[in-house]
């Protein structure tokens, strides 16, 4: 018979209507440190792990950044975005679908970029308790997105071969670090990305967000 497919979830963008918060919660950070930079450059690094967005941050503006300085940005976007955490929602058809493959049994989990207390305000927003779902965090691995830890994160929690995973995400370093980890890339435009990126950073398939993906969910899932 043939393998059920198994799903890893990215979350900001992904599952939640959140990017846009994260953008913003990283602006006032970044403001307030007198580190001038453009919204649209934040959010060209959204999806990253902070540290290596930051680090990506520095070497654009030319500016070196400091352990200590380093950490009071993660600190302040942290904040920044807990205040935000009113406006984020679940993507339209995020709980659907979740639901679906449950129903369903098919495996998924949630493998994200950010920490497990920002993690948890997106959570919240779709209704889920961390200790019932299977979860990765930043703080779970080494190495944030674009390397494919994450994922082969998610892959073992839910014990099975990361080459019978999909990763769906809403950035391209979703996708570098799925076609890293040897998983097929599922791109959603909810986070920013157009199509030709998505693609062009692996994305076999590229829909509009969570409903779009469950309306064509028999496009890429294996239920036999």
């Known amino acids: 018979m043939r393998e059920k497919t198994s799903f890893i979830f990215d979350l900001d963008g992904t599952l939640t209507d959140s990017v846009y918060q994260n953008v913003a919660a990283w602006k006032e950070a970044l403001d307030a440190e007198d580190i001038p930079l453009a919204m649209w450059r934040i959010h060209r690094k959204i999806g990253m792990s902070g540290g290596l967005m930051l680090k990506n ?65 997106n959570l919240n927003a779709l209704g889920l308790d961390a200790s019932e779902i299977t979860l990765v965090t930043r703080d779970d691995v080494k190495q944030g997105k674009p390397d494919p830890a994450l ?21 391209i370093w979703d996708m570098l670090a799925a076609r890293r980890a040897k998983a097929l890339g599922i791109g959603l435009l909810s986070g920013g990305y157009d199509r030709g990126e998505l693609e062009r950073a692996g994305a076999l398939r590229v829909y ?13 899932a294996s239920f036999e």
């Open 151 to 171: 994922f082969i994160a998610g892959a073992d929690k839910m014990g099975v071969p990361i080459e019978e995973c999909l990763v769906i995400g809403d950035a």
């Open 57 to 121: 941050l520095s070497r654009e503006t030319g500016l070196e950044l400091s352990d200590a300085q380093a950490k009071r940005l993660s600190e302040r976007h942290a904040k920044a975005y807990e205040r935000l955490q009113d406006q984020i929602i679940a993507l339209p058809g995020a709980n659907e679908l979740l639901a679906t493959l449950t129903r369903e049994k098919l495996k998924w989990c949630i493998a994200t970029s950010g920490e497990t207390a920002t993690a948890q305000i």
């Open 208 to 220: 509009a967000d969570p409903l779009d993906l469950l309306a064509h969910l028999d496009e890429v």
